[in-house]
């Protein structure tokens, strides 16, 4: 178990509802990551946030936000949501420090649903 | 999104065999993660590889990080009903410093294990 916790673990919303989903990183881990891995699909990366601020972003649109706490928790907005939003969300947590490795561990995943 | 190019998608193998998959990219790398994930879970950090030529062991897994910095490769020795699932292969490119890794995916190789 990595310590990554999730909240909610399933989650149905209607097309063009707003969601947030929430994450609690590892002890002494400083970075989360968000991830969106469709179903047969590799997960792909949204963006992170270290020190309370988006520190990288993938090919998401701007309906995709984020924060990141005090307490390195984070949480992934999404607005408008689309059909294909439906995916499996996950969060990773890591410790950024100059020319440290960025192992990242993951979440158990939130399962959202859009109908 | 750009994803990693794994092999094979999916294996079928007798309990004791012997298993191989690789990873291939069409940039380089300098950061290899191997994970694996199960139904219904968030991915499981299995091995990391820091160096081109690496070779690195975790009970029966062992995994290399490729010459190239393109590449890497894990193998799974005696295989056992429990290493069913689904796993993956990530590349990182840390900029140093701070700077955000995001995790390139593969689409990931499905191993199943008959008794």
């Known amino acids: 178990e990595t310590g990554v916790t999730q909240s909610p673990t399933h989650l149905i919303k209607t097309r063009g509802q707003q969601v947030t989903l929430r994450c609690s990183s590892q002890s002494g881990h400083n970075t989360v990551s968000w991830y969106q891995q469709a179903l047969g699909q590799g997960p792909q990366f949204i963006f992170q946030y270290y020190r309370e601020e988006e520190n990288g972003r993938g090919n998401f649109p701007p309906r995709f936000s984020g924060l990141q706490f005090p307490n390195y928790s984070s949480e992934l907005n999404v607005n408008a949501l689309e059909l294909d939003d439906s995916a499996l969300y996950l969060c990773?947590?890591?410790?950024?420090?100059?020319?440290?490795?960025?192992?990242?561990?993951f979440g158990p995943g939130t399962r959202l649903t859009v109908t | 999104g750009q994803q990693l190019n794994q092999n094979p998608q999916s294996m079928f193998i007798q309990e004791g065999e012997d298993v191989s998959m690789n990873c291939t990219s069409s940039?380089?790398?300098?950061?290899w993660l191997w994970y694996k994930q199960d139904p219904g879970e968030g991915p499981v950090l299995l091995i990391a590889?820091?160096?081109?030529?690496e070779l690195t062991s975790n009970g029966r897994l062992t995994a290399q990080f490729g010459i190239t910095r393109k590449d890497s490769f894990l193998n799974i020795s005696a295989s056992i009903p429990s290493d069913v699932g689904i796993y993956f292969c990530?590349?990182?490119?840390?900029?140093?410093?701070?700077?955000?890794?995001?995790?390139?995916f593969g689409q990931g190789t499905i191993l199943t294990v008959h008794p």
């Open positions: 990530a590349g990182q490119l840390r900029a140093g410093g701070t700077s955000y890794g995001k995790l390139t």
């Open positions: 990773a947590s890591s410790t950024a420090a100059s020319g440290s490795p960025h192992e990242q561990y």
């Open positions: 940039s380089i790398f300098n950061t």
């Open positions: 590889l820091y160096k081109a030529g």
